[in-house]
């Protein structure tokens, strides 16, 4: 009795059968959705790793930035430099790492006038000053490798560099 009501109503209802027919089609849209869900998620999330792990590079390199060794400031400001020309390090991380430079270059300038002075390294025993030399101002390795942050992050951020920072950004390693 069951399967002669059943045969009836499928027999007498065509949308029946018409939705039994798009069950599939509707199911494979689902599959394509879901699917569309899942690979933009990996992406986010792989895009949030990659920033995750650039911060936590930039926390060691800071670190280094501020420690008491001259030669450890210089691998911190020149690890924050690279940092600061990834594409990972947005306009805001770059205010934030220009800033990381303003102690070192702000000693720079209170050893003397910046804008008409040679920047010699404190390790260059063989320099030589003429008499007839501008002022000199001796910069550490650091200080060098501070404004070399600060040329990658003002051209990061579309701002000009101050003369005197990109001529003491320019000296050779100190």
Do not use: N
Not at 23 to 48: D, E
């Amino acid at each position: 009795m069951i399967t002669t009501v059943l045969d009836v109503t499928v027999s007498d209802e065509p949308w029946l059968v018409i939705v039994a027919t798009l069950g599939p089609l509707v199911a494979a849209i689902g599959a394509i959705g879901a699917l569309f869900v899942g690979i933009q998620t990996v992406r986010q999330r792989t895009a949030a790793d990659a920033q995750a792990q650039w911060w936590a590079r930039v926390q060691w390199a800071a670190g280094l930035a501020f420690d008491a060794d001259d030669a450890q400031r210089s691998v911190g400001f020149d690890a924050l430099a690279l940092l600061a020309s990834s594409p990972l390090a947005g306009p805001e991380d770059q205010a934030f790492l220009a800033g990381l430079s303003f102690d070192a270059l702000r000693a720079v300038q209170e050893r003397g006038t910046v804008d008409d002075v040679d920047f010699v390294p404190v390790d260059d025993e063989g320099f030589v000053r003429p008499s007839d030399a501008r002022p000199v101002v001796e910069v550490s390795r650091s200080e060098v490798a501070a404004a070399r942050l600060r040329v990658v992050t003002d051209r990061g951020r579309g701002r000009s560099t101050e003369a005197w920072v990109a001529r003491l950004a320019a000296l050779r390693e100190a």
